[in-house]
């Protein structure tokens, strides 16, 4: 399910035959060009051989966005002597490319890419990021030399660069032109283009899922559905009860799969080839397992942008009120303010020091910064006592805060909007290719509709106030009366479900710590023991003993609270196993 093609970077011409899987595409055109790659069209579209020829690259893109939702292609003009990279404003389809003095490899896949080029090397910079702020921050891919091609771009390759020059299209925009349209209609739309014969949902419980089961079985009338929710063996918590409570509701065929954290995984399979390795694949494995033969149901995944549902807590407004009415004499008062309460916090709590404690003293003792602020509060980034925040390694992180330093609170909704545009290609696009990578991985397409163009642009223009207004609700796992976010979402779906489920706080399930406790465990001993980075300059760089001394103070005694520490554990057994496997 998906393609690779080798360019000789002489003449542009194809050295191998162009490798092409079920649901990618490969068109050639009479005059000699060519185009190839992963398209998602919208109800009734299709490619013209006519209304491709002698396209320009801006011209192209705009006739891909007008058919597609969703597309990752390279297109080569025959007539230009021309090659392009272009995808979409979701960037739902993956898209890799790596630039040798011979040969130009592109691919959806970074396995493929590995498998055609030799003289691989993980990037140093890059399995930082990856450990500590718990995923590559794109273009950077684990390997150097691979780039992954970012969302609503253009690409144009340079002969006397050997390289790709970009040209970049994404923009959320804000605007004061109001719409005919509702959140509502904007969500059925995005769901409707993403109809396929057979659909199903991972439904979790919550609200999200919720919502893609209300659009696809009350607003569009969707009759054959399925909906797959899991629980992990043992848990404590679950959300199984609240996602069958909807699917019933709603009429729509529910399955549970309980997934065994003890049970057997392959490493190599399931993570190691994948684009955006992630624990939660053990779970999606779980449910493909069972479906059976049908290959043809694609899969609506819950993700959002939180465009619409702005992830702010009351503290966050606050935050940003007080930045809004003091201007820059917040700085100065927040700064005294902060310093002064986290050295009291770290002095009170020196024995009972925690990861989200030590985030909790971050973010205080940043509040005079609201570049750091900003950066520490909606990126996932991790800092450990023996990381110097100076150093290069945390140059990527050094650039975020310096491009939120500047931060405008008195238009919050213009902010938030940019917020979501820099994570949009850090932690959204890590997240998608988890999800779609996955399925894909077992025959299986996964669409994600809360990503589509349409309603992030209509989302974006959504009064902030009432995007960030608090409602009485019910707490996530018992029957507490608690404040909840989401109020708009949570308002346009009104009286279509219990208000328990409409109403219901996020509910969070930690779970991760149950699988290192059984199905990993193999692989972290291996980790702890037999680690191919002690004593090397990649090791060195992303402080793998200190690591390795972290996991073995815990080792076969994880607990619900280690989740954080774990996701960083997991990304370096990743980049360990990696690091292996280039060495054979």
Avoid at 229 to 234: D, E, P
Wanted: charged residues 20%; aromatic residues 12%.
């Amino acid at each position: 399910m998906s393609f690779c093609i080798q360019i000789n970077t002489d003449n542009l011409s194809v050295i191998t035959e162009l490798n092409v899987d079920k649901r990618a595409t490969h068109i050639v055109l009479q005059d000699g060009s060519w185009l190839a790659g992963q398209f998602q069209f919208n109800d009734g579209g299709c490619f013209e051989e006519s209304d491709l020829q002698s396209l320009t690259a801006g011209d192209l893109k705009k006739y891909l966005d007008s058919i597609c939702y969703q597309y990752f292609v390279a297109f080569y003009s025959k007539n230009l002597n021309q090659l392009y990279l272009l995808k979409d404003f979701s960037g739902c389809e993956a898209g890799y490319y790596k630039v040798s003095s011979s040969k130009i490899v592109i691919s959806d896949s970074v396995e493929r890419i590995l498998s055609s080029t030799v003289d691989n090397e993980i990037d140093e910079v890059t399995a930082f990021n990856f450990i500590y702020f718990e995923m590559p921050w794109k273009p950077q891919s684990l390997f150097k030399g691979i780039n992954a091609a970012l969302n609503d771009t253009v690409y144009t390759y340079n002969s006397l660069e050997n390289d790709f020059e970009m040209k970049d299209y994404f923009e959320i925009k804000t605007s004061d032109k109001s719409s005919n349209l509702t959140l509502r209609d904007s969500i059925t739309r995005a769901h409707e283009k993403r109809l396929s014969t057979d659909n199903a949902i991972f439904l979790s419980g919550g609200l999200d899922s919720q919502v893609m089961c209300i659009a696809l079985k009350k607003d569009l009338g969707v009759e054959r559905l399925l909906s797959y929710n899991f629980s992990i063996k043992g848990a404590v918590e679950s959300e199984h009860i609240e996602a069958k409570q909807t699917a019933v509701r709603l009429g729509i065929d529910f399955n549970h799969i309980e997934v065994d954290p003890s049970k057997e995984v392959d490493f190599e399979s399931l993570f190691l080839t994948q684009n955006s390795p992630y624990v939660g694949a053990i779970s999606l494995s779980s449910i493909f397992d069972n479906i059976g033969g049908n290959a043809n149901v694609t899969f609506f995944g819950g993700q959002d942008t939180r465009l619409h549902t702005p992830a702010l807590t009351k503290l966050d407004l606050n935050y940003w009120k007080i930045n809004s009415v003091l201007g820059g004499v917040a700085n100065p008062l927040l700064n005294i303010l902060g310093r002064t309460s986290s050295f009291t916090l770290r002095s009170l709590s020196r024995k009972v020091r925690s990861e989200k404690f030590d985030r909790l003293l971050k973010l205080i003792a940043n509040a005079g910064k609201p570049g750091s602020f900003l950066s520490y509060r909606h990126f996932h980034i991790h800092q450990f006592d023996f990381i110097n925040e100076s150093s290069k390694k945390n140059k990527n992180l050094n650039e975020l805060k310096s491009l939120l330093g500047n931060a405008n609170f008195s238009n919050p909704r213009q902010l938030y909007n940019k917020i979501v545009e820099l994570n949009w290609r850090k932690q959204y696009m890590f997240d998608i290719e988890y999800m779609v990578g996955t399925s894909r991985a077992f025959g299986f397409d996964c669409v994600m509709p809360f990503y589509d163009k349409e309603l992030a642009q209509f989302s974006a223009n959504i009064d902030f106030k009432s995007a960030t207004k608090f409602t009485k609700g019910r707490a996530g796992h018992s029957n507490k009366t608690v404040g909840v976010n989401k109020f708009v979402l949570r308002e346009a779906y009104k009286g279509e479900l219990d208000d328990s489920l409409i109403y219901r706080d996020k509910a969070v399930c930690p779970t991760t710590y149950m699988f290192f406790n059984g199905a990993l465990k193999p692989q972290l001993t291996d980790f702890i023991y037999n680690n191919p980075l002690k004593g090397t300059i990649l090791g060195e760089t992303i402080f793998i003993d200190e690591l390795i001394t972290l996991a073995k103070g815990k080792h076969m005694c994880w607990e619900p609270q280690d989740n954080a520490i774990l996701v960083i554990i997991f990304n370096a057994m990743i980049i360990s196993s990696q690091y292996a496997r280039l060495i054979k």
